[in-house]
């Protein structure tokens, strides 16, 4: 009679392999977990510093091309303004008449109604107000012949932000709204809105279009950094009644710094995230204040 034996795994021995299988099961996980978590947080900082890094470079770029003298910071109930007057153009205008043009070319672009220019048209400082003047050279952006609300400013000097926002109808004011112009070589101001001749001649004969204000609003109570744009020129600073557009989220804290006697703008912002990673990116500006 013949005995076979019989042949599998005994109860210790599937132990062991369970044992065995289950820690490398749990070292392959630890493996496996680190660097996806690695990834994941350095995925969500990285998101933080390009959020914050683009929010200060459009920043940077409006403040340079702010009107001089006319970057203005507030501090509000929940948060934060930097405003500022947003530049589109600028050139030269005519001060003085071209004395080789003898005939009296008269144009569409006058003093008054009552008084016909040269082709020369100059840009006369007396009472009453000049509505027009020659452009010297050419404009690269802007079209006095197909405004769209813009303001011209000339010799903004005053280290006051204040000083570029009062109104039209101050004797101070060095601003004045555009209106079409007979031709693009000639610029014509709205005659409502000029009752007054400039205060200051610039010394290099220089103006500047304004096309908006432009507004940062540091939201800490909803951590949001909004910017606004196109709306009325206020006196006092305010949030402006626009909708403005998101420019990041997250938003822990903001410090905004006008140094005018320099013209240094320092700008920092904080964003953290839902795990609780901050990151805090700062830029400083210079802004050519220069008349």
């Given at each position: 009679m013949r005995i076979y034996q019989s042949q599998g795994f005994t109860l210790i021995e599937l132990i062991t392999v369970i044992v065995i299988i289950s820690i490398l099961v749990a070292m392959s996980t630890q493996l496996i977990t680190l660097p996806v978590n690695s990834y994941l947080n350095i995925k969500r900082r990285t998101?933080?510093?390009?959020?914050a890094d683009m929010s200060l470079r459009r920043m940077?770029?409006?403040?340079?091309?702010?009107?001089?003298?006319?970057?203005?910071i507030t501090t509000v109930s929940n948060g934060v303004l930097l405003e500022?007057?947003?530049?589109?153009?600028?050139?030269?205008?005519?001060?003085?008449?071209?004395?080789s043009i003898t005939v009296p070319t008269q144009t569409t672009c006058t003093k008054n109604s009552f008084a016909p220019?040269?082709?020369?048209?100059?840009?006369?400082?007396?009472?009453?107000?000049?509505?027009?003047?020659?452009?010297?050279?050419?404009?690269?952006?802007?079209?006095?012949?197909?405004?769209?609300?813009?303001?011209?400013?000339?010799?903004?000097?005053?280290?006051?932000?204040?000083?570029?926002?009062?109104?039209?109808?101050?004797?101070?004011?060095?601003r004045r709204q555009v209106i079409k112009a007979p031709d693009p070589n000639h610029i014509l101001f709205s005659p409502l809105t000029s009752l007054l001749p400039f205060p200051y001649e610039s010394p290099q004969q220089l103006f500047?279009?304004?096309?908006?204000?432009?507004?940062?609003?540091?939201?800490l109570a909803h951590?949001?950094?909004?910017?606004?744009?196109?709306?009325?020129?206020?006196?006092?600073?305010?949030?402006?009644?626009?909708?403005?557009?998101?420019?990041?989220?997250?938003?822990?804290d903001c410090q905004f710094n006008y140094n005018g006697?320099?013209?240094?703008?320092?700008?920092?912002?904080?964003?953290?995230?839902?795990?609780?990673?901050?990151?805090?990116?700062?830029?400083?500006?210079?802004?050519?204040?220069?008349?």
């Amino acid at each position: 009679m013949r005995i076979y034996q019989s042949q599998g795994f005994t109860l210790i021995e599937l132990i062991t392999v369970i044992v065995i299988i289950s820690i490398l099961v749990a070292m392959s996980t630890q493996l496996i977990t680190l660097p996806v978590n690695s990834y994941l947080n350095i995925k969500r900082r990285t998101t933080l510093v390009d959020t914050a890094d683009m929010s200060l470079r459009r920043m940077q770029r409006d403040i340079r091309r702010a009107l001089p003298n006319s970057i203005r910071i507030t501090t509000v109930s929940n948060g934060v303004l930097l405003e500022l007057l947003h530049t589109l153009d600028g050139g030269r205008y005519r001060a003085d008449a071209d004395m080789s043009i003898t005939v009296p070319t008269q144009t569409t672009c006058t003093k008054n109604s009552f008084a016909p220019n040269l082709i020369d048209d100059t840009l006369d400082f007396g009472s009453p107000p000049d509505l027009c003047f020659e452009i010297m050279g050419n404009l690269t952006s802007f079209d006095p012949t197909a405004p769209h609300n813009e303001f011209l400013y000339i010799y903004n000097a005053s280290t006051d932000p204040q000083s570029a926002y009062v109104p039209i109808s101050d004797p101070k004011s060095n601003r004045r709204q555009v209106i079409k112009a007979p031709d693009p070589n000639h610029i014509l101001f709205s005659p409502l809105t000029s009752l007054l001749p400039f205060p200051y001649e610039s010394p290099q004969q220089l103006f500047t279009i304004v096309d908006t204000p432009v507004t940062y609003h540091c939201d800490l109570a909803h951590q949001q950094l909004l910017r606004y744009d196109h709306y009325d020129i206020l006196l006092n600073p305010a949030i402006p009644n626009v909708t403005g557009q998101l420019q990041a989220n997250k938003l822990k804290d903001c410090q905004f710094n006008y140094n005018g006697t320099t013209g240094l703008v320092s700008l920092a912002i904080t964003l953290q995230d839902t795990a609780g990673d901050t990151v805090t990116l700062m830029h400083q500006v210079h802004v050519d204040n220069g008349l």
